[in-house]
T-cell receptor, first 116, second 117 residues
Framework: AQKVTQAQTEISVVEKEDVTLDCVYE???????LFWYKQPPSGELVFLIR????DEQNEISGRYSWNFQKSTSSFNFTITASQVVDSAVYFC?????????????WGLGTSLAVNP | DTAVSQTPKYLVTQMGNDKSIKCEQN?????MYWYKQDSKKFLKIMFS???????INETVPNRFSPKSPDKAHLNLHINSLELGDSAVYFC????????????????FGPGTRLTVL
């Protein structure tokens, strides 16, 4: 099976707290890609990061960081010192083979509420 | 400059009507997509076109017909609209999704909220 599991449906934190959003994936592909997207209340889908399966280096971008662990098939996302503007639904997605093409398998999303 | 644009942003219509949603990208990408996001935020791919050629066609009713006049445009026409078609429809594009060796990043339009009454 090829799937993405975001076990946390909703998370609520107080501003300045650190928060980690979990993403666990399953795939039979040996080469694959992982993505995180943000969907703020305004509704658009914003690309955050792409990672390929050969690159297990952790990534940091400002207050955002990503921890890719192939051994546990996880690609977790941490927001440090959360802010109200971080309130959004966050999606993890897996890029897999679809015949001769590729497509994204999406998680169900984690809704993050950051309260002042 | 808007990278991926969709019109209209909101569409309210009666059951049984036919409607279209337009999508344009100015990123020079070869591949375009249509997704449906239901009320629980579940994202489901519907179609994908690469250079005007259909490459992904998920299990979608025949009432939905995509049309790609050129690689910068992918329109979605829906016949005989049903209540269950109410959702947000997203258009997206990526550099090239053909071939099995890479997955390019998909960039999304702002979405079209379709309400069928």
């Amino acid at each position: 099976a090829q799937k993405v599991t975001q076990a946390q449906t909703e998370i609520s934190v107080v501003e300045k707290e650190d928060v980690t959003l979990d993403c666990v994936y399953e795939t039979r592909d040996t080469t694959y890609y992982l993505f995180w997207y943000k969907q703020p209340p305004s509704g658009e889908l914003v690309f955050l990061i792409r990672r390929n399966s050969f690159d297990e280096q952790n990534e940091i971008s400002g207050r955002y960081s990503w921890n890719f662990q192939k051994s546990t098939s996880s690609f977790n996302f941490t927001i440090t010192a959360s802010q109200v503007v971080d309130s959004a639904v966050y999606f993890c997605a897996l890029g897999v083979n679809a015949g001769n093409n590729r497509k994204l398998i999406w998680g169900l999303g984690t809704s993050l509420a950051v309260n002042p | 400059d808007t990278a991926v644009s969709q019109t209209p942003k909101y569409l309210v219509t009666q059951m049984g009507n036919d409607k279209s949603i337009k999508c344009e990208q100015n990123l020079g990408h070869d591949t375009m997509y249509w997704y449906k996001q239901d009320s629980k935020k579940f994202l489901k791919i519907m179609f994908s076109y690469n250079n005007k050629e259909l490459i992904i066609n998920e299990t979608v009713p025949n009432r939905f017909s995509p049309k790609s006049p050129d690689k910068a445009h992918l329109n979605l026409h829906i016949n005989s609209l049903e209540l269950g078609d109410s959702a947000v429809y997203f258009c997206a594009s990526s550099q090239d999704a053909s071939g099995a060796w890479r997955t390019d990043t998909q960039y999304f339009g702002p979405g079209t909220r379709l309400t069928v009454l």
